[in-house]
C-alpha cells in the first residue's frame, strides 16, 4: 500500500549508495547475498532475545534490498537477479517472523500464524505473475519482472511491521495477529483480482 510513496522517497538516495558501490564495483548480486546474511543475523538474534541487534541486521537487510535493485539498474539488470531478490526477501521476512517463536515460546502460535500469512502473500505473488505472464496480461514484464497484484500489505508494510516488534518485542503476539489479518484480507483482493484480470483475458 505505501511501497509506492516509500520509492519516491528512497530513490534518491538509494541511487547515490548504489552509485558509490558500483564504484567499488560490487554486484547487485553480492548486495543482495549480503542483505539476506543481514536477514539471518537478525532471526538468529532475535531468537536468543537480542532485539536491539536484530533491529540493526533488520535496517541493514532493508538498505541492501533497495540498493541491489538500483545497483542492477544502473549495471547490467538479470531475470536471475530479480528472481533472487523476490525468494530471498519472502525467506527472510519469514525466518525473521518465526525467530520470535525461539526467543519467547509464548509467542510461538502467533509466529507461526505470521510465517503462515507471509506464504500465503508469496504465493498469490507469484503465482499471479507467473499465469499473467504466460498469458501476457503484463504490458511492462521486460521492465518489472515480478508484478504484484494490489493489496493492503507490500514490502513496506512488512517491513513497517518487524520495525515495530523487533522495537516493542512485549506486543509481538498483538502486531502479529493484526498483521496477519491484514495479510488474509490482501490474499482475498488478489484472488479475486486475479480472478477478474485471467476472466477478462
Known amino acids: ?41 537478525c532471526a538468529t538474534a532475535v531468537a536468543y532475545g537480542y532485539y536491539a541487534i536484530g533491529l540493526v541486521f533488520l535496517i541493514v537487510n532493508r538498505l541492501a534490498d533497495g540498493m541491489d535493485g538500483a545497483l542492477a539498474r544502473m549495471t547490467h539488470p538479470t531475470d536471475f537477479g ?19 517463536a525461539a ?7 502467533a509466529a507461526v500464524v505470521v510465517a503462515a500469512s507471509l506464504m500465503g502473500l508469496a504465493s498469490t505473488f507469484l503465482g499471479f505473475a507467473v499465469i499473467a505472464a504466460a498469458r501476457g496480461l503484463i504490458p511492462d514484464m521486460q521492465s518489472k519482472p515480478f508484478t504484484m497484484a494490489g493489496g493492503i500489505v507490500e514490502t513496506s508494510e512488512i517491513t513497517m511491521f518487524l520495525l515495530i ?37
Not at 103 to 109: F, Q, T, V
Not at 178 to 190: D, N
Open 1 to 41: 500500500m505505501f511501497d509506492p510513496i516509500f520509492s519516491r522517497i528512497l530513490k534518491a538516495p538509494m541511487a547515490r549508495g548504489a552509485e558509490a558501490l558500483m564504484e567499488r564495483h560490487i554486484t547487485a548480486t553480492q548486495v543482495t547475498l549480503a542483505g539476506f546474511a543481514a536477514a539471518v543475523l
Open 103 to 109: 526467543g519467547r515460546p509464548d509467542h510461538a502460535i
Open 165 to 201: 516488534v523487533l522495537v516493542m518485542p512485549d506486543l509481538f503476539p498483538t502486531a502479529a495477529w493484526i498483521f496477519s489479518a491484514a495479510c488474509w484480507v490482501t490474499m482475498a483482493q488478489r484472488i479475486f483480482e486475479a480472478r477478474a484480470t485471467f476472466e477478462r483475458g
Open 82 to 100: 530479480a528472481y533472487l531478490d523476490m525468494v530471498l526477501d519472502f525467506v527472510a521476512f519469514t525466518a525473521i517472523a518465526g525467530s520470535f
